[in-house]
């Protein structure tokens, strides 16, 4: 299956290439130029690891069924998931499910991608005949930074660097990062929010100029944002998965339809859930779930995608975006696949941070999304309320999305939340939700949570405190070009 621009502005490309360059150069992300349909059928019975190795062979065309059977072997292995199914499903309700992908290594559902995609993007270089150093630039809300930190360290021929919005992260959210070991990994605060991060990483990716002086140095950039489709494309499995086993709890006939709420950010994972559907996945409804930064459910009110507000810090703050990257692929799709049109939409918001899309683009949309928000009262109290009718521990982020899956009720449709983190993660938020306790730090929070609930806390989160901080630069947005050649140059540690 070949890779076509969302600008129209590159010719298409593989699998392998669109990997590697992670976006498109010169602006627009890599869409797939058409999708497999999936058979549900045959499907049914089979574990995480295969339906992994089925769903992804069918998209990284031209990498051999051995190559992603031993990928998706090594990773999705009881070595770095706590479950042995990869993810997990457990009933919030009679009607919701919570879909718990934080059981990786750093306890983000980021992890299931970012596990993956290292033995992708190596297979990828590989078979393009790339011999060059790979810095892997990554903006971080929080959570995609650990994880990336973790999927890439120690990796043969690659440098990581890591920016974060200073100020912008839970406080467990930036140990988990300054404290990473490893030999060529590079973490670096940005005085800054998200958005001016991931805005300089895609100056850096989009600058010819610098791309071509790297190129010269034996350097090339990767991403591991969801901009790159060899993130995001890891993330569509889990959503097959979850459908077949409620299928297999006999809480669907097979073909029924589900609701999916995703908490939302960037996107990525609800982009995932869309092109699941789109494959044939009995999806009817996507909710896309944000916080008081509602950039995205006022643009699915409106039509009109505006990012000149005020910006919000939240209690969840790896949804704490304007600028939703991925929706990019989401409008190629809802323009019927016109570039066009997208180019002209993203030219006017660079242009001025602001764009509206057509008549019949809204009505696709419609069709397949329901958007709302919560504010942090609310949030707190989905918290609150879902540990007093069930027991479960839900983080800010799943939050978000079960309080604004309420608004959509009641149906009579299965709903299923993914869960993106562990508690754990933003203890102190949970909790001041659950007891009302105020915690004189994170660690204290950690342990008190811990022995309300009963609930272990995540491995990555116990054992913090002992870590020594390896990495505490703070820079202004404007130096992160200089970082990363620093980073480049050097080429810490690793042997290629
Ligand atoms: C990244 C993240 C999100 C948002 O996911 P997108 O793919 O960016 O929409 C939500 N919750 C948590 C905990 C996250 O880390």
């Known amino acids: 299956m070949r890779y076509v621009s969302t600008r129209g502005n590159h010719a298409p490309v593989g699998a392998a290439e669109a990997i590697h360059l992670g976006m498109v150069p010169g602006g627009g992300l890599f869409a797939p130029e058409d999708l497999p349909r999936l058979d549900l059928g045959a499907l049914r019975g089979l574990g995480y690891r295969e339906i992994a190795r089925r769903a992804l062979g069918a998209f990284l065309e031209g990498f051999s069924e051995d190559e992603i059977a031993s990928a998706a072997g090594e990773v999705y292995g009881p070595e770095r998931f706590d479950v042995p199914s990869v993810a997990d499903l457990v009933p919030l309700d009679d009607r919701r499910y919570l879909l718990e992908l934080f059981h990786g290594p750093t306890g983000a559902f980021k992890d299931v991608a970012l596990q993956i995609l290292p033995r992708i993007l190596a297979a990828a270089k590989r078979k393009l005949g790339v011999t060059s150093h790979t810095v892997i630039l990554v903006a971080t809300s929080g959570d995609t930074g650990k994880a990336a930190l973790e999927g890439f360290r120690d990796g043969e021929g690659l440098s990581v660097v890591v920016f974060y919005p200073h100020g912008g992260v839970s406080e467990i959210q930036r140990l988990?990062?300054?404290?990473?070991?490893?030999?060529?990994?590079?973490?670096?605060?940005?005085?800054?929010?998200?958005?001016?991060?991931?805005?300089?990483?895609?100056?850096?990716?989009?600058?010819?100029?610098?791309?071509?002086?790297?190129?010269?140095?034996?350097?090339?950039?990767?991403?591991?944002?969801?901009?790159?489709?060899?993130?995001?494309?890891?993330?569509?499995?889990?959503?097959?998965?979850?459908?077949?086993?409620?299928?297999?709890?006999?809480?669907?006939?097979?073909?029924?339809?589900?609701?999916?709420?995703?908490?939302?950010?960037?996107?990525?994972?609800?982009?995932?859930?869309?092109?699941?559907?789109?494959?044939?996945?009995?999806?009817?409804?996507?909710?896309c779930a944000s916080n008081r930064n509602k950039v995205l459910p006022d643009f699915f009110a409106t039509g009109v995608y505006d990012r000149n507000r005020e910006f919000h810090r939240t209690i969840s703050p790896s949804m704490d975006i304007l600028v939703s990257s991925n929706l990019e692929r989401f409008l190629f799709e809802a323009a019927g696949r016109d570039p066009d049109r997208v180019r002209r939409w993203y030219a006017e918001f660079e242009e001025t941070g602001r764009f509206a899309v057509d008549g019949a683009a809204k009505a696709a949309m419609d069709e397949v999304v329901a958007a709302g928000w919560a504010d942090e009262a609310r949030t707190l109290e989905a918290i609150r309320a879902a540990y007093r009718a069930s027991g479960r521990v839900l983080d800010p982020h799943t939050a978000v999305g079960a309080a604004v899956c309420e608004d959509f009720g009641p149906s009579d449709r299965v709903t299923v939340i993914a869960a993106t983190a562990s508690p754990y993660k933003f203890s102190r938020d949970v909790l001041r939700a659950i007891a009302g306790e105020e915690a004189a730090d994170e660690f204290r929070s950690v342990a008190r949570l811990e022995e309300l609930t009963g609930l272990p806390a995540h491995r990555s989160v116990a054992g913090l405190r002992e870590r020594p901080v390896r990495h505490d630069r703070l820079i202004g947005v404007g130096a992160m070009e200089a970082c990363v050649l620093e980073v480049a140059r050097a080429r810490c540690g690793t042997r290629s």
């Open 176 to 287: 988990q990062m300054v404290t990473t070991e490893g030999s060529n990994v590079h973490v670096f605060g940005v005085r800054g929010t998200f958005d001016d991060c991931q805005g300089g990483a895609k100056r850096i990716f989009a600058d010819r100029r610098l791309a071509a002086r790297l190129e010269r140095e034996g350097l090339a950039l990767s991403s591991a944002n969801s901009i790159n489709w060899g993130r995001l494309c890891p993330q569509i499995v889990y959503y097959v998965w979850a459908y077949l086993r409620l299928v297999d709890l006999g809480r669907l006939r097979e073909g029924e339809r589900i609701d999916v709420c995703v908490p939302t950010g960037n996107f990525g994972n609800i982009l995932a859930a869309f092109y699941a559907r789109s494959m044939g996945l009995p999806i009817e409804k996507l909710v």
